[in-house]
């Protein structure tokens, strides 16, 4: 006799002097595990597949981003070198624009390329990492395939 998820959990808990409630609850929630939920493995790792491909483009859009600001910043800074010492530089905060001295701008500028440049190599690291992730995941479901077929 089979019964339902819910009465086996009430029938559970009267026998072993549990709280009902707390149980059907913890119980009848549904599992991200495939064999849990008696669902099939190879869509669960399928559906862990496309996660890490939205992922991996969300990290290659990043990347794609930072590469941008990069060959801006960098271009900013080529205009500043033309500039003479004694050029009146200033730079728009919200409304206003405000004086800045030559120098304190292109070392401003310098360091926001570091740091774009150390975000990059970051996100490199995150984005190889993901991929290796893919890849054994992949090898996962090919496995899985071969096997139940």
């Not at 998820?5 to 549990?18: M, Q, T």
């Not at 859009?61 to 050029?87: G, R, W």
Request: some cysteine; aromatic content about 6%.
């Amino acid at each position: 006799m089979k019964l339902p998820a819910e009465k086996f959990i009430i029938f559970w808990c009267k026998l072993f002097g549990e709280n009902i409630n707390s149980n059907i609850n913890h119980y009848a929630e549904p599992r991200a595990c495939g064999a849990m939920s008696g669902g099939n493995p190879l869509e669960v790792m399928l559906g862990q597949y496309r996660q890490l491909q939205q992922q991996l483009t969300k990290m290659q859009s990043s990347q794609s981003q930072a590469t941008t600001l990069i060959c801006e910043n960098e271009m900013v800074l080529k205009e500043l070198d033309l500039l003479e010492t004694d050029a009146h530089v200033f730079k728009l905060i919200g409304p206003v624009l405000v004086k800045q001295e030559l120098v304190e701008v292109k070392s401003n500028v310098s360091k926001r390329i570091e740091y774009i440049k150390s975000d990059i190599t970051r996100l490199e690291g995150n984005l190889k990492a993901k991929n290796t992730e893919q890849e054994e995941l992949r090898e996962k479901i090919s496995k899985l395939q071969k096997g139940g077929s």
